[in-house]
């Protein structure tokens, strides 16, 4: 089954871009964390999951044995530099497809043509609700970031809208949309314009409040939603994974997925990938690394996920819950087929 897998090209339906530049070691260990910062108080983020992961699988794209000493791994990849490094490691994660969320750049990063070059596959662009959308596959919220996700279901009214949007002017400093009418307001601008929805679920760095970041919170948007036929996606969703099942169950516009988690938790990446199953139809899974600063985290995050869904399905097949051209069948629609048929895409 695995052997099936890593022939089937993935549609990364969210991702970033990567740094086009050489990192030391204090700054690659903070792109190994959703930390701001990294103190040595806490230990070396190599002595995590994702670290071990890491040296593990990604050790071998840079020419190294498995486990390579951290050091020994950094100094590889200052020797191959960074256009190399993240050539090889798109390549690597085996692509169909590239859906880019362009709306969070703290510095330069790859564009998405360039990702998609180095991917061999074609890149489609994400775009932050707060910005225009033209060409965009789909439009990304963060109000978990901002107001949380317990989001009313009703459309804003005129008179809602323009008093939210009054304070927003009036607020002093740098705009920061933590309305929930604005958030709304956005989500449904994107609803008239056939886009599919994403917001971030769970897990994310310190700007955001895990607690109100619940999928379940936005039940009452996603039973207005659902008339519309919008496609709602859920991003991550870790530690809320099965509550994000279970909505892509009962809701005929959710979908789910579990990025960024996946190349976070490691050897328990498997885990993750069951329990979003247990509940979440098939056709509504799919796949996306969030990759972030770090081309590492495409190839990472293809392996593992390609890794943990092939357990899952061989041990279905040996186990006689289903037969294994069924078992090759999801496999084709979570790695790719229901990506394609959400965005339209023509990859």
Avoid at 97 to 113: K, M, N, Q, S
Avoid at 220 to 237: K, M, S
Avoid at 321 to 332: F, I, M, P, Y
Wanted: charged share 20%.
């Amino acid at each position: 089954m695995l052997d099936r897998l890593e022939a089937m090209p993935l549609i990364d339906h969210h991702c970033h871009g990567v740094l086009p530049r050489d990192l030391e070691r204090a700054e690659f260990e903070r792109y190994l964390t959703e930390a701001a910062t990294v103190t040595p108080l806490g230990g070396s983020m190599f002595d995590t999951q994702a670290g071990f992961a890491l040296r593990r699988w990604c050790a071998p794209v840079l020419d190294l044995e498995p486990h390579a000493a951290p050091d020994d791994y950094l100094a590889r990849r200052t020797e191959l530099g960074a256009a190399e490094v993240n050539r090889r490691f798109l390549a690597a994660a085996g692509l169909a497809a590239l859906c880019v969320d362009t709306g969070y750049i703290p510095e330069p990063l790859l564009e998405p043509a360039e990702l998609g070059r180095l991917a061999d596959a074609p890149a489609y662009e994400i775009v932050r609700l707060e910005q225009a959308a033209r060409t965009a596959v789909g439009a990304k919220s963060i109000a978990a970031y901002r107001a949380g996700l317990e989001l009313a279901g009703e459309r804003p009214g005129e008179a809602e809208i323009t008093a939210a949007a009054g304070r927003l002017l009036r607020a002093d400093g740098p705009p920061r949309v933590c309305d929930e009418v604005l958030h709304r307001f956005l989500i449904w601008c994107a609803a008239d314009l056939g886009l599919p929805v994403q917001f971030h679920v769970g897990y994310g760095d310190a700007d955001t409040d895990l607690r109100r970041g619940d999928p379940l919170l936005l039940t009452g948007l996603l039973r207005a939603l659902a008339p519309t036929g919008t496609p709602v996606l859920l991003l991550h969703n870790y530690p809320f994974h099965r509550n994000a099942g279970y909505l892509a169950q009962v809701f005929p516009n959710v979908f789910v997925d579990a990025g960024l988690a996946t190349h976070n938790l490691g050897q328990r990446a498997p885990a993750l990938i069951a329990e979003l199953l247990e509940l979440a139809p098939f056709g509504k899974v799919l796949y996306s690394s969030d990759a972030f600063g770090l081309a590492e985290f495409f190839h990472l995050g293809a392996l593992l996920f390609r890794r943990g869904l092939a357990r899952l399905l061989a041990e279905g097949v040996a186990e006689g819950a289903w037969a294994e051209r069924d078992a090759v069948r999801v496999a084709g629609m979570i790695t790719a087929g229901n990506a394609r048929r959400i965005y339209r895409l023509r990859s």
